[in-house]
Structures are given as structure tokens and as C-alpha cells.
């Protein structure tokens, strides 16, 4: 997401309504949330705040643009005939220490099949929580990946 005021393109549109990829479920994936930091300072100052109290504020205000934009996306993309099966985005990932577990949270609660959901957990042994998440929550309705 390199400018927070993009919308879906034609092109993400046309992917949903004619790719029908089966039992592959896709996710849509958003990266680049860190620039909306900027987005929600400037917001703050604009509306009268102090820079210290808009550096404050600002995470908070980050997070509400970033809800309010995905809200826009997965109406869009809801519409499509193949909608995405889950919506994530993923923050400071150019970072060493980037965290990309709810990445693999959101791939197992997409994925329909139970063999596939076990192969994929099985082989994150980076990730040993996720293993044990889901070994507890088997049989549980999944919630998808809707947390942002």
C-alpha cells in the first residue's frame, strides 16, 4: 500500500471476478500499513493537536485509517465473484526482527481442508505456538484472519 487513498485497481477487480483458483484460497495481504503512521500524524496535527500529543495518539490513529481502508477493500473485493478468503496486513516487516505468525494464523484458517491446514502447521517448526494453537483448537469453528 504505497498511497493510503489507493483503491482496488481493475486489475485486483478482475482478478476476483474471473479467477477461480479452486480449492486455493487466496488472501489479500497488505504491506507498507507503516506509512499510514505519517498519514495519522498528520491528521492529528491538522486537527489542532500538538506534535508530542500527535505522537501520542498517532498508533491509535494509524490503526482506525488502516480499519477504515481495509473496510473499503474487503467491501469492494467482497462484491467479486471469487472474493478473497481472508484479509491481512502485516507492520514493520523490513525489520529484522518482523513477525509474520499471523501471516501462518491466516493461512491455516483458510485453508478448507483439514490434511492440507495439518501438512502447513506441521512444517512451520519455526513456530512451535502456532502448532500448539491449533492442535488445542482442533475441531473449533475457525474465525479467519480477520485480525489486523
Given at each position: 500500500m504505497t498511497d493510503s487513498h489507493r483503491t482496488v485497481t481493475?486489475?485486483?477487480?478482475?482478478?476476483?471476478?474471473?479467477?477461480?483458483?479452486?480449492?486455493?484460497?487466496?488472501?489479500?495481504?497488505?504491506?507498507k500499513v507503516d506509512d499510514l503512521y505519517c498519514r495519522a500524524i498528520r491528521e492529528l496535527l491538522d486537527g489542532g493537536l500538538?506534535?508530542?500529543?500527535?505522537?501520542?495518539?498517532?498508533?491509535?490513529?494509524?490503526?482506525?485509517l488502516l480499519e477504515k481502508w481495509l473496510e473499503h477493500v474487503k467491501h469492494e473485493l467482497g462484491m467479486c465473484k471469487f472474493p478473497p478468503k481472508g484479509y491481512i496486513s502485516l507492520q514493520k516487516m523490513h525489520q529484522e526482527d518482523g513477525d509474520c505468525t499471523l501471516l501462518m494464523e491466516c493461512t491455516a484458517n483458510v485453508l478448507n481442508e483439514e490434511g492440507l491446514q495439518r501438512l502447513f502447521i506441521s512444517t512451520q517448526q519455526s513456530s512451535i505456538g502456532i502448532c500448539v494453537k491449533y492442535g488445542v483448537n482442533k475441531g473449533q469453528a475457525s474465525d479467519g484472519c480477520e485480525r489486523i
Open positions: 481493475a486489475a485486483e477487480q478482475k482478478f476476483f471476478n474471473e479467477c477461480d483458483t479452486g480449492h486455493v484460497p487466496v488472501i489479500v495481504l497488505v504491506t500538538t506534535r508530542a500529543e500527535a505522537k501520542e495518539r498517532a498508533t491509535e490513529k494509524q490503526g482506525e
